[in-house]
Nanobody, 117 residues
């Protein structure tokens, strides 16, 4: 599994970024974005999407500001992040879940998002 994440950067509070995650080889049952905040050991889920149904899930902290979407033809998942605040700062990872697994076990490299006040 190869997951290529991109789109991170430095943005001022209130700004926007769009992250992309391109998967190679095959499609998966679910795709998700996780965030590892500075100083935190674990990454937490920010948003997830079901490839077949398009059903989505969001962490409470990003509802109404972030949108996860997919491009079937490109096997790519996006995370549109609007109205960013400093608490959104962290390393963002995309991950995938296979059809027979409830866990997101395959992760790509992270992309850094830094929101300045």
């Amino acid at each position: 599994v190869q997951l290529q994440a991109s789109g991170g950067g430095l943005v001022e509070a209130g700004g926007s970024l769009r992250l992309s995650c391109a998967a190679s080889g095959r499609t998966f049952a679910g795709y998700a974005w996780f965030r590892q905040a500075p100083g935190e050991e674990l990454a937490t889920v920010v948003a997830a999407i079901s490839w077949s149904s398009g059903g989505t899930h969001y962490a409470d902290s990003v509802k109404g500001r972030f949108t996860i979407s997919r491009d079937n033809a490109k096997n790519t998942v996006y995370l549109q992040m609007n109205n960013l605040n400093t608490e959104d700062t962290g390393v963002y990872y995309c991950a995938v879940r296979r059809e027979d697994d409830a866990e997101f076990r395959s992760w790509g490299q992270g992309t850094q998002v830094t929101v300045s006040s």
